[in-house]
């Protein structure tokens, strides 16, 4: 009878399962689990009988003879053939001078490295041998990772270079143990209690731990930034980890626990860890040859509170429970937390033993010199360490998740969490500081250098003088109404005064309760003169809204018109409609001067109060935000300078008085000399006829503008577009610039008590996918701090913290609290790429709360 040339077929353990889908998930990308292992060679070498030991190595280990397939949405199986054809190439170099060996090699190495393997033709495993000189090579053995670990490799290369010395024939060694007695073993385990055991580990994770960009594409082989921790740092780590009961395994995956909470500003992260997945239940164990190895989460909880060593006692203790459970597959133990994939990022501890003087040792008079070897995973990031001599680390990372310069950086910081660890592991881990003294000056102080001197004034005081420069140019448009700066300042003038006159003055507050037009402009300014803050209210809000904020204020008077009066609920402060006969003939007796001072109930200052406006109550009842003169006038002289007066020549005005960007969009024209054309809303934008867009601006939520920008007809043009609001995506951005013909877009981000922007980002050409919201406005300090107060790295989640002459002077009735999260920007700003915690930020007009 013909013999089978199938000599077995075997399960896959876990993480061959794991390979073999990511090998098969896009046959033309580059296959990340190609192992090399280099052998450079010294001595008259026969290269016959190498090849010869090579071909026996195949026969005397099954597993190198495997393949591997999966058919129908059957279980996958490795294949193993009793007979495969060796893989063999030779190189001779020799001719070459050393420069030209050397970049000969590299390329070989380097083409080697990516060309795959067709996982169900065995083998999976090819030798180079490259001659070098007469007495010098290089072995080349590369292999997918699906057959063995790196605990196999040096068994590999014992056996081989033993065949060698035997000339190929195995008979007179110890056969080697199946690997199919693990799969065996491991096919016997319980598999309930382990996944009792890792759902109570991974019970409450509520997100995975990511750190690579989403935006991220292609499939770059990893490179590397290594790391050697100082001798006498690690010999403190070594014998700390000892005196505790600590494995330096241990040490390793908790500072990797650390720094992650450092890159996400979470306290609760997961990453994979490899473990050996060697058994000692099962005979021969050690000298088998495959893949034990697996992949699985590592939870490390940080408590702020807590100190370092408790944090690795804690991690140490949960590491031993679980170590009876580790032959479970990665993909069900992620299944039983629920959130998907938990990591992005994998620690490798490199503890397999290696008898490197065996290797340096000559056999048949050759000797082995040195070796090397490449390996790499699909992890966008990844940690190997080994502690054989000293401590050794190796950043591994795909560069087209990240840059060499900021893996570098990350270096810097785990060796810092290391030497934290050795120097105290009694502090709190909430008091780690990973920053180095460069980033630090950077985040504090570079990026907040925004010191612009602005001359103190008030409102009222920057609009008169903008009359008395441009007192002919046309200020207001509403409908077929236009008033000059000269008209629209003497309006204002006789109402203030008559303001003055009914008690409104500096640190009052005269609420506003008026239609669209051009009298509520008149009445905003009126207010300012007055001395007293304007406190919107729509009209439109409801009834139980509008008692609320009247009720809150209070303001000593509320300006509106006879028919919005008649609907507004009852309140303490008197009314006055503008539109009353008595209220007409009133104002046409009061002096059409500008009021100074002597005419006020008290002397106006930059630090009285401009405007109260309430927050939209999202997180909790409406608050009224206090804006005095001096962050507005801040506001104003960065629109100048940043904006400029031709691109604010004409300003649309689209948004309710009861949001912050409508201040921006009444002064940023009428103190440089512009044109405040007054639209109903938003919408009317639609309607609006078409005209030269040139110096003119449009302000406005994104998804609100493309909305109204992609109706048929839309034929309005603008010079500049600013948005603000919400989070700006690069498609709907570039849509509104297209729709508009705009110039340059500008993303704005700032909470009302930041005195309605804080950063800004500008551009002229296409918006990114995810632009960011910019650098702080003039005098405005932008901090990114984690829960602990203290300064992120770039790139790294926090809360946006802002500060300086921006910052509004508080609520009305309550203390300044709010909070938001960012992510502080590489590239020198504040990045928006993070999710919102949903409080908005917190602030201080002095500093950093």
């Given at each position: 009878?013909?013999?089978?040339?199938?000599?077995?077929?075997?399960?896959?353990?876990?993480?061959?399962?794991?390979?073999?889908?990511?090998?098969?998930?896009?046959?033309d990308?580059?296959?990340?689990?190609?192992?090399?292992?280099?052998?450079?060679?010294?001595?008259?070498?026969?290269?016959?009988?190498?090849?010869?030991?090579?071909?026996?190595?195949?026969?005397?280990?099954?597993?190198?003879?495997?393949?591997?397939?999966?058919?129908?949405?059957?279980?996958?199986?490795?294949?193993?053939r009793?007979?495969?054809?060796?893989?063999?190439?030779?190189?001779?170099?020799?001719?070459?001078?050393?420069?030209?060996?050397?970049?000969?090699?590299?390329?070989?190495?380097?083409?080697?490295?990516?060309?795959?393997?067709?996982?169900?033709?065995?083998?999976?495993?090819?030798?180079?041998?490259?001659?070098?000189?007469?007495?010098?090579?290089?072995?080349?053995?590369?292999?997918?990772?699906?057959?063995?670990?790196?605990?196999?490799?040096?068994?590999?290369?014992?056996?081989?270079?033993?065949?060698?010395?035997?000339?190929?024939?195995?008979?007179?060694?110890?056969?080697?143990?199946?690997?199919?007695?693990?799969?065996?073993?491991?096919?016997?385990?319980?598999?309930?209690?382990?996944?009792?055991?890792?759902?109570?580990?991974?019970?409450?994770?509520?997100?995975?731990?990511?750190?690579?960009?989403?935006?991220?594409?292609?499939?770059?082989?990893?490179?590397?930034?290594?790391?050697?921790?100082?001798?006498?740092?690690?010999?403190?780590?070594?014998?700390?980890?000892?005196?505790?009961?600590?494995?330096?395994?241990?040490?390793?995956?908790?500072?990797?626990?650390?720094?992650?909470?450092?890159?996400?500003?979470?306290?609760?992260?997961?990453?994979?860890?490899?473990?050996?997945?060697?058994?000692p239940?099962?005979?021969?164990?050690?000298?088998?040859?495959?893949?034990?190895?697996?992949?699985?989460?590592?939870?490390?909880?940080?408590?702020?509170?807590?100190?370092?060593?408790?944090?690795?006692?804690?991690?140490?203790?949960?590491?031993?429970?679980?170590?009876?459970?580790?032959?479970?597959?990665?993909?069900?133990?992620?299944?039983?937390?629920?959130?998907?994939s938990?990591?992005?990022?994998?620690?490798?501890?490199?503890?397999?033993?290696?008898?490197?003087?065996?290797?340096?040792?000559?056999?048949?008079?050759?000797?082995?010199?040195?070796?090397?070897?490449?390996?790499?995973?699909?992890?966008?990031?990844?940690?190997?360490?080994?502690?054989d001599d000293?401590?050794?680390?190796r950043?591994?990372?795909?560069?087209?998740?990240?840059?060499?310069?900021?893996?570098?950086?990350?270096t810097?910081?785990?060796?810092?969490?290391?030497?934290?660890?050795?120097?105290?592991?009694?502090?709190?881990?909430?008091?780690?500081?990973?920053?180095?003294?460069?980033?630090?000056?950077?985040?504090?102080?570079?990026?907040n250098?925004?010191?612009?001197?602005?001359?103190?004034?008030?409102?009222?005081?920057?609009?008169?003088?903008?009359?008395?420069?441009?007192?002919?140019?046309?200020?207001?448009?509403?409908?077929?109404?236009?008033?000059?700066?000269?008209?629209?300042?003497?309006?204002?003038?006789?109402?203030?005064?008559?303001?003055?006159?009914?008690?409104?003055?500096?640190?009052?507050?005269?609420?506003?309760s008026?239609?669209?037009?051009?009298?509520?402009?008149?009445?905003?300014?009126?207010?300012?003169?007055?001395?007293?803050?304007?406190?919107?209210?729509?009209?439109?809000?409801?009834?139980?809204?509008?008692?609320?904020?009247?009720?809150?204020?209070?303001?000593?008077?509320?300006?509106?018109?006879?028919?919005?009066?008649?609907?507004?609920?009852?309140?303490?402060?008197?009314?006055?409609?503008?539109?009353?006969?008595?209220?007409?003939?009133?104002?046409?007796?009061?002096?059409?001067?500008?009021?100074?001072?002597?005419?006020?109930?008290?002397a106006?200052?930059?630090?009285?109060?401009?405007?109260?406006?309430?927050?939209?109550?999202?997180?909790?009842?409406?608050?009224?935000?206090?804006?005095?003169?001096?962050?507005?006038?801040?506001?104003?002289?960065?629109?100048?300078?940043?904006?400029?007066?031709?691109?604010?020549?004409?300003?649309?005005?689209?948004?309710?008085?009861?949001?912050?960007?409508?201040?921006?969009?009444?002064?940023?024209?009428?103190?440089?000399?512009?044109?405040?054309?007054?639209?109903?809303?938003?919408?009317?934008?639609?309607?609006?006829?078409?005209?030269?867009?040139?110096?003119?601006?449009?302000?406005?939520?994104?998804?609100?503008?493309?909305?109204?920008?992609?109706?048929?007809?839309?034929?309005?043009?603008?010079?500049?577009?600013?948005?603000?609001?919400?989070?700006?995506?690069?498609?709907?951005?570039?849509?509104?610039?297209?729709?508009?013909?705009?110039?340059?877009?500008?993303?704005?981000?700032g909470?009302?008590?930041?005195?309605?922007?804080?950063?800004?980002?500008?551009?002229?050409?296409?918006?990114?996918?995810?632009?960011?919201?910019?650098?702080?406005?003039?005098?405005?300090?932008?901090?990114?701090?984690?829960?602990?107060?203290r300064?992120?790295?770039?790139g790294?989640?926090?809360?946006?913290y802002?500060?300086?002459?921006?910052?509004?002077?508080?609520?009305?009735n309550?203390?300044?609290?709010?909070?938001?999260?960012?992510?502080?920007?590489?590239?020198?700003?504040?990045?928006?790429?993070?999710?919102?915690?949903?409080?908005?930020?917190?602030?201080?007009g002095?500093?950093?709360?």
């Amino acid at each position: 009878m013909k013999q089978s040339r199938i000599e077995d077929v075997l399960p896959l353990t876990p993480l061959q399962e794991g390979l073999l889908f990511h090998a098969s998930y896009d046959a033309d990308a580059v296959d990340l689990y190609t192992v090399q292992s280099v052998y450079e060679l010294e001595g008259p070498l026969d290269a016959d009988v190498l090849r010869l030991a090579a071909g026996a190595l195949l026969q005397r280990h099954a597993v190198l003879r495997a393949g591997f397939r999966q058919k129908d949405g059957a279980p996958p199986v490795q294949v193993v053939r009793r007979q495969v054809r060796l893989p063999w190439t030779d190189f001779d170099l020799s001719g070459l001078d050393a420069a030209g060996q050397e970049a000969a090699l590299a390329r070989f190495l380097d083409e080697d490295q990516v060309r795959g393997f067709d996982m169900a033709r065995p083998p999976l495993v090819r030798f180079a041998l490259i001659r070098t000189g007469t007495d010098r090579h290089h072995l080349v053995m590369t292999n997918h990772h699906i057959l063995m670990d790196g605990w196999s490799a040096p068994v590999v290369a014992g056996d081989l270079f033993e065949l060698y010395r035997r000339r190929g024939d195995a008979s007179g060694m110890p056969k080697p143990a199946p690997f199919r007695d693990y799969l065996t073993w491991l096919g016997k385990q319980d598999r309930n209690d382990s996944v009792a055991a890792w759902r109570q580990a991974l019970a409450g994770i509520v997100e995975p731990t990511l750190v690579a960009p989403e935006t991220a594409a292609g499939a770059g082989v990893p490179e590397h930034v290594d790391l050697a921790l100082p001798r006498k740092l690690s010999e403190d780590l070594t014998a700390l980890a000892r005196s505790r009961g600590w494995t330096v395994n241990t040490l390793v995956q908790g500072a990797w626990g650390l720094l992650l909470g450092t890159l996400t500003g979470r306290d609760d992260v997961t990453f994979g860890a490899t473990v050996s997945g060697r058994p000692p239940e099962v005979t021969g164990v050690e000298s088998m040859v495959g893949l034990f190895i697996n992949t699985l989460p590592v939870r490390v909880r940080i408590a702020p509170a807590e100190t370092l060593a408790q944090l690795l006692t804690q991690l140490q203790e949960q590491q031993t429970e679980l170590m009876g459970h580790q032959h479970l597959g990665l993909t069900e133990v992620q299944a039983l937390a629920g959130v998907g994939s938990l990591f992005d990022t994998l620690v490798v501890f490199e503890n397999y033993p290696v008898d490197e003087e065996s290797l340096e040792v000559s056999f048949d008079g050759v000797r082995i010199s040195g070796v090397s070897g490449r390996d790499a995973t699909h992890f966008p990031l990844s940690l190997a360490a080994a502690a054989d001599d000293g401590i050794l680390l190796r950043l591994s990372y795909r560069p087209e998740f990240f840059g060499r310069e900021t893996v570098t950086a990350l270096t810097g910081r785990l060796r810092r969490i290391f030497e934290a660890i050795a120097a105290d592991p009694e502090q709190r881990s909430g008091a780690l500081d990973v920053l180095d003294p460069g980033e630090r000056e950077q985040v504090l102080v570079e990026w907040n250098d925004t010191c612009h001197e602005v001359a103190p004034a008030t409102l009222p005081e920057l609009f008169e003088d903008q009359v008395a420069r441009t007192p002919e140019n046309t200020a207001v448009v509403c409908g077929d109404v236009e008033l000059s700066y000269a008209e629209l300042n003497e309006r204002a003038n006789r109402l203030a005064h008559h303001l003055i006159a009914q008690g409104a003055g500096p640190e009052r507050l005269v609420a506003l309760s008026l239609p669209r037009s051009e009298h509520m402009i008149v009445a905003v300014l009126a207010v300012l003169k007055s001395g007293a803050g304007y406190l919107p209210v729509d009209p439109k809000y409801p009834a139980d809204r509008i008692a609320y904020i009247l009720q809150d204020s209070p303001p000593a008077l509320v300006l509106t018109t006879e028919a919005v009066g008649a609907g507004l609920p009852a309140a303490t402060s008197p009314l006055l409609a503008l539109d009353a006969p008595t209220t007409t003939a009133a104002l046409a007796a009061r002096p059409a001067g500008n009021p100074a001072d002597t005419d006020r109930i008290g002397a106006l200052s930059p630090r009285h109060p401009a405007y109260v406006i309430y927050t939209s109550g999202s997180t909790g009842r409406p608050k009224g935000v206090l804006v005095a003169h001096e962050n507005a006038v801040n506001l104003a002289a960065w629109a100048k300078a940043e904006i400029g007066a031709e691109r604010l020549r004409r300003v649309l005005f689209t948004t309710s008085l009861n949001f912050d960007v409508s201040v921006f969009e009444m002064f940023g024209p009428l103190l440089l000399g512009g044109t405040l054309e007054i639209l109903e809303d938003l919408l009317a934008l639609a309607e609006r006829p078409a005209a030269n867009g040139t110096g003119t601006l449009v302000s406005a939520v994104p998804s609100a503008l493309a909305q109204v920008a992609s109706q048929d007809g839309f034929a309005v043009s603008a010079d500049t577009v600013v948005l603000a609001g919400e989070p700006l995506g690069g498609p709907a951005a570039n849509a509104i610039r297209q729709a508009l013909s705009a110039g340059r877009l500008a993303n704005i981000y700032g909470p009302t008590e930041a005195t309605v922007y804080a950063t800004m980002w500008a551009t002229d050409g296409e918006v990114p996918a995810r632009p960011p919201i910019g650098r702080p406005l003039h005098n405005t300090r932008a901090y990114v701090l984690d829960a602990q107060l203290r300064p992120v790295a770039p790139g790294v989640a926090g809360d946006l913290y802002l500060a300086g002459a921006g910052v509004a002077r508080g609520y009305v009735n309550r203390p300044a609290l709010t909070a938001e999260r960012f992510v502080a920007d590489p590239f020198g700003g504040v990045g928006s790429r993070m999710y919102r915690t949903g409080d908005v930020a917190r602030w201080g007009g002095g500093g950093v709360l």
